[in-house]
């Protein structure tokens, strides 16, 4: 017989230990199953329908792929300032993470201190991973930053470490540029 936390042990080690109820239901442990590991500490429930499996080493990037488990939404991934500063692009500071879930999505569930919701239809190709997060790819990232207000300072340093990295073609730095001077054009 299988355990319950074997199993989901397999759908967190891709997750940084972290599980959703529904990754839960969907892979076979059943909700009173899921309760009762939780009341014996074999699971930790961590956010409203997010869960951790002690198992899985801890890493300095379960606070992101936490946030976007939390929204409880399959199209949830960091981005804006969050995407800015794991890309390393920015010497951006942000004060909490944002996520980005589709413009039809009203998140209403408790936990959400420290996130920054957004809503915005992204295409697939303005989606990728980031340490193993769902994330926005750094021009997405850019152009959000550029419309959000981030300081122009920023934003043109993301637009030249990117450049110079060869995470943006000549195309995108070309059109990122002409946008951030348009700003106050």
């Known amino acids: 017989m299988v355990d319950s936390v074997d199993v989901l042990r397999e759908v967190a080690l891709d997750q940084h230990g972290l599980v959703t109820f529904r990754q839960a239901m969907n892979a076979g442990v059943s909700q009173p199953a899921l ?50 500063a794991g890309w390393e692009v920015s010497d951006i500071n942000p004060t909490a993470i944002h996520v980005t879930v589709s413009a039809r999505r009203r998140i209403q569930r408790a936990g ?15 989606m990728t991973w980031w340490q193993g997060v ?29 450049s110079r990295t060869g995470d943006l073609t000549a195309g995108q730095t070309d059109e990122l540029t002409r946008r951030l001077e348009a700003r106050y054009a």
């Open 35 to 84: 309760s009762m590991l939780v009341k014996r500490k074999r699971v930790e429930r961590v956010a409203h329908g997010v869960y951790r499996v002690p198992q899985v080493p801890v890493t300095q990037f379960d606070p992101f792929m936490l946030a976007v488990l939390w929204t409880g939404v399959p199209e949830a991934c960091l981005s804006h300032d969050t995407a800015l």
């Open 134 to 162: 769902p994330s926005v790819t750094i021009p997405t990232a850019i152009v959000q930053c550029l419309d959000t207000g981030v300081p122009t300072y920023l934003v043109r340093q993301a637009i030249e470490r990117a």
């Open 112 to 126: 959400g201190e420290g996130y920054v919701l957004h809503h915005e239809d992204l295409e697939p190709d303005q």
